[in-house]
């Protein structure tokens, strides 16, 4: 019986199974392409409803050169870029802090998570019109979203990752008389890192979400913009090269972001595979 | 990080800290630093939130808009686990639909759900289709990867013994896989309904012609600032109550199945 299951996990696990999976991963993206290229082709898909590849490159080469909704290509993704970096930054400053202080002190918790509790099951998204009320349709309003939708998981996951960590590392520290800085810089910071990171993620996540969500709310440059206004002129050509944009700048982020935990956590033998 | 405080302690200072939030805002829009127009009261709030439960705003009262989200939401919330779930399941049991559909969902997977509004607006118009689609496109993840990841972890024990006394795929999936991965569909399920009601709130504010999201945006053309937050409770609060009725159920079908809550 054991024998058997082991026999299954290796079948599943080979290098053999490996190269397969790529192959066949390939070849449904090939396939993909191929249908698209027979589907609009053949006119099966109307072109009013989805772009033909090679409507889809002129759209591309439109906002590439020419530009399109008040930019090129380049600036539009660079607008939002800017934005999703200050509001991710502006939150990790701020939420990572609050969690580790939280997580620290059981009076810093009790005063501020029932305050923290009512505010966070209001949606990010659903803080756009009252952003835009305060502040505008220009940078100002996005940041604030951004930095309300990436705060929340910073916080709980710093909170999370000092409350996780092994009581006698504390103690050993202590003992050792430990000033409450050093304390906080190098044994809680580091040690409550790894959870950090996965807060992080998922702040990344909602950032561009919250980020493409004000954008098409009401904005005057940025990809979200990009696909309002494609929206409008029902350019389903120009709606893919907008959506494919925000696809491959939230790829980018996350590898970047993934990266930087690589390096951040090169202690950590748990991070690196 | 001394030990728990005492629940007396903890009420107390949470007193606190509720208190001086609530203070905090007030004040601001009492002595005038905030214009009251751009932060009502608390008061203000709350009244108005009474207020729109009877009185109609942008063509409906609360309860109406709500009445109207939520259709869209059950409708793109159901979907995603309709289509979701099996296709978990399945990928979990068929080695090659893995392989055909993980690169796809990956690939899927970076695009923000909110990107696909102009795309569900062109097929589906700004009616109900429209939103379900976005719904869906937040709500679909979770269920198709905590149905994938609980077939994947069911017991190589149960599938052997299953495949020894000779059960088809069918079977095999509805009567060994569904049942084991249960507890980690329900999960996702969890996790999808959160994201859905996310998704709902920004598919209104963009496309649409009724609802709570449409009510927010209206309120904000016409800066109607207590209209606006009296909105956000009302997100807040049905999210909660969502989440809470499935927790509920998620802990009821743990301790059925004998598994700790």
Request: aromatic share 8%; charged share 10%.
């Amino acid at each position: 019986m054991k024998a058997l299951s082991e026999n299954l996990k290796s079948v599943g696990g080979s290098a053999d199974m490996a190269g397969r999976r790529g192959w066949i991963g390939l070849g449904t993206v090939a396939g993909l392409i191929a249908l698209w290229f027979v589907l609009s082709g053949t006119g099966l898909v109307s072109s009013a409803r989805f772009p033909s590849p090679a409507e889809f490159w002129v759209s591309l080469t439109q906002i590439a050169t020419r530009g399109y909704a008040g930019g090129q290509l380049w600036q539009h993704a660079l607008q939002s870029l800017r934005l999703v970096a200050m509001g991710f930054l502006v939150a990790i400053a701020t939420g990572i802090p609050l969690g580790l202080w939280m997580g620290w002190s059981r009076r810093a918790e009790a005063v501020i998570n029932p305050v923290f509790l009512i505010i966070r099951p209001i949606p990010p998204l659903a803080w756009i019109p009252l952003a835009i009320l305060w502040l505008g349709l220009g940078d100002a309003a996005k940041i604030m979203v951004i930095w309300f939708a990436a705060f929340v998981p910073s916080v709980i996951n710093a909170f999370s990752g000092v409350r996780a960590i092994d009581r006698p590392m504390i103690e050993a520290a202590r003992m050792l008389g430990t000033p409450p800085l050093r304390m906080v810089v190098e044994v809680i910071a580091p040690a409550a890192m790894p959870m950090i990171f996965t807060g992080l993620r998922l702040s990344l996540q909602a950032a561009w979400t919250t980020l493409v969500a004000a954008e098409l709310v009401g904005a005057l440059a940025g990809i979200g913009f990009v696909l309002n206004m494609a929206q409008q002129d029902i350019y389903p050509g120009m709606i893919l090269v907008g959506m494919v944009t925000v696809g491959v700048l939230g790829w980018a982020t996350t590898r970047a972001l993934g990266a930087a935990e690589r390096r951040a956590l090169a202690w950590n033998v748990a991070a690196r595979d | 990080m001394g030990p728990p405080l005492p629940l007396r302690e903890r009420l107390v200072l949470g007193g606190l800290g509720l208190g001086g939030f609530i203070a905090l805002w007030t004040l601001l829009s009492t002595t005038g630093i905030v214009p009251r127009s751009f932060l009502p009261t608390p008061f203000d709030v709350m009244s108005r939130f009474a207020v729109l439960l009877s009185t109609p705003f942008a063509g409906a009262t609360l309860p109406q808009h709500l009445a109207s989200s939520f259709q869209r939401y059950g409708s793109g919330v159901l979907l995603a686990a309709a289509i979701g779930v099996p296709l978990g399941l399945m990928m979990g049991w068929f080695r090659v639909l893995d392989d055909i559909v993980t690169p796809i969902f990956d690939g899927l997977r970076f695009i923000a759900p909110i990107a696909w509004v102009p795309f569900a607006a062109l097929w589906f118009g700004t009616g109900i289709g429209g939103p379900v689609l976005i719904i869906f496109a937040g709500a679909f993840p979770p269920c198709l990867i905590n149905a994938y990841r609980g077939a994947r972890f069911v017991e190589p024990r149960l599938i052997e013994a299953a495949r020894m006394l000779g059960t088809g795929n069918t079977r095999m999936i509805v009567e060994i896989l569904l049942p084991a991965a249960t507890p980690s569909i329900v999960a996702g399920l969890r996790v999808s309904a959160g994201l859905g009601w996310q998704s709902l709130v920004g598919a209104e504010l963009i496309v649409a012609a009724a609802g709570i999201g449409f009510m927010m945006v209206q309120a904000q053309a016409n800066v109607a600032t207590p209209t606006v937050m009296a909105g956000m409770v009302a997100i807040g609060l049905v999210g909660m109550l969502i989440d809470i009725l499935l927790r509920q159920f998620e802990a009821w079908l743990r301790r059925r199945r004998g598994l700790e809550v």
